[in-house]
């Protein structure tokens, strides 16, 4: 059992002798997000290469996805996979080329978009080592988006793990923020902490102060349910295991409740940034998990962007060319 679901497991049971829950009026909720129903387009850029893991990314699924109602997409991007090893680090024109085609494209779809620097595997295991390039990709990425759009987004570091501890992101995000905040005083700027980007680990960090960050989680608890059977897992949860028991659901809100009551202490917004169950799993639980998932952000003003577009916990069926539309329900529908 994960330590935060362990934690939640263990309040639960203690709520459950003492008081009852709050009630809705009581719900804790974080200031509006400006990033409120996005979808991440994953398996894209975040790949060693663009069409590597079966994705694309098209401008005609930037339209679809704003005629379906999101208003951002979350770009990751894996950065690391295409800048040089030595100083200065530069990055491949190509790949800044195709990103900035990107931005357009949704930008003139009418999306916020969020470029992310996304499996820069190598920091986790050193971080002081990679962090002089780290910061040269940051360097890079907010002198070519200098003028850029308000409705571009930047994020600073996907899932921190391993030797990123809490404190060792702590002070990475201080030092990319200071880089990024040179050329972009007043983009929204999204940061998160270690722990894969889990809550837990968020609800220990000292975010930088700043006026325009949104703080920002990843959850796909339990993780023995949303990744059961997973094929690019070298260890994946057996199959089989259901979800949507009432203390499952109270688990979920009271994570929920968790997450915006540290974005108000904090005094930032707060994004769900990812959240998704593989696509194997039976669609109805699939859809059951997301559709609570997503109601009990929205009900706290928690932003959200589900994983993933069209890959592997996808909601749109690239083979038939279109929505999943139980999945596209479960996000959409009120």
Known sequence: MRPLIAALAFLLAACSQGEPSASAEEIARAQPSPVERCMNLGGALEAPNEGDWGYTVRQADLVRLKEAGFDTV???????????ER???????????????????????GLNIIVDVHHYN??????????ARLGAIWTQIADHFEGAPD???????????DRMTVRK?????????????????????????????GLDALLKSRPPEDDRIILTFHSYEPYDFTHQGASFSDDPPPVGMRWGSNEDRELMEMGANMAASFANQQGYPILLGEFGV?????LDQRVGWTRAMREFAEERNIGWCYWDFA???RAYNLDRETWIHSMLSALMDD
Not at 96 to 106: F, G, K, L, S, Y
Not at 278 to 282: S, T
């Open 278 to 282: 593989y696509e194997d799993v039976p």
């Open 151 to 161: 409705s571009v987004i930047f994020e600073l570091i996907n899932e921190p793990n």
């Open 74 to 84: 979350r770009l990751p991007v894996k950065w690391s996979a295409h800048t040089d």
């Open 169 to 197: 992101t702590d002070a990475i995000n201080r030092e990319l923020l200071a880089i990024v905040r040179a050329k972009h005083p007043d983009r929204w700027v999204v940061v998160g902490s270690a722990g894969w980007g």
């Open 122 to 131: 190598a920091l986790m295991k050193k971080p002081d080592a990679h962090r």
């Open 311 to 313: 890959t592997t916990f």
């Open 87 to 109: 100083a200065p680090y530069t990055i491949d024109p190509d790949l800044m080329d195709r990103v900035d085609e990107i931005v357009t494209d949704a930008t003139e779809a």
